[in-house]
Nanobody
Framework: QLQLVESGGGLVQAGGSLRLSCAAS????????MGWFRQAPGKEREFVGR????????MYAESVKGRFTISRDNAKNTVYLQMNSLKPEDTAIYAC????????????WGPGTQVTVSS
């Protein structure tokens, strides 16, 4: 059973940067497309971005495009979310997820890590 655990969240001032990590155990993520999602208080979960299993293809929500970058190191079984130029509206719990079939349905989820951006 694949398990995902996020880390790297915290409190940062607007304009700052954070890098989140999503470490997998119990299996390899090398054949999984991976996604990042976020959920702010009182709001629905929002898609942030996605990376293909090889890392050769990424896509992002318009709200983060140009500021966030997803990468992966399959040798380390880890996916990253680099967040730059952070805004208060980026405050949310960020979670990673693994898509086994590459069709956009996510089979495994991490518990998430809190990111708070102060103004």
């Amino acid at each position: 059973q694949l398990q995902l655990v996020e880390s790297g969240g915290g409190l940062v001032q607007a304009g700052g940067s954070l890098r989140l990590s999503c470490a997998a155990s119990g299996g390899t993520i090398s054949n999984f497309a991976m996604g990042w999602f976020r959920q702010a208080p009182g709001k629905e979960r929002e898609f942030v971005g996605r990376i293909s299993s090889s890392g050769g293809y990424t896509m992002y929500a318009e709200s983060v495009k140009g500021r966030f970058t997803i990468s992966r190191d399959n040798a380390k079984n880890t996916v990253y979310l680099q967040m730059n130029s952070l805004k208060p509206e980026d405050t949310a719990i960020y979670a990673c997820a693994a898509d086994r079939h590459g069709l956009g349905g996510y089979d495994y989820w991490g518990p998430g890590t809190q990111v708070t951006v102060s103004s």
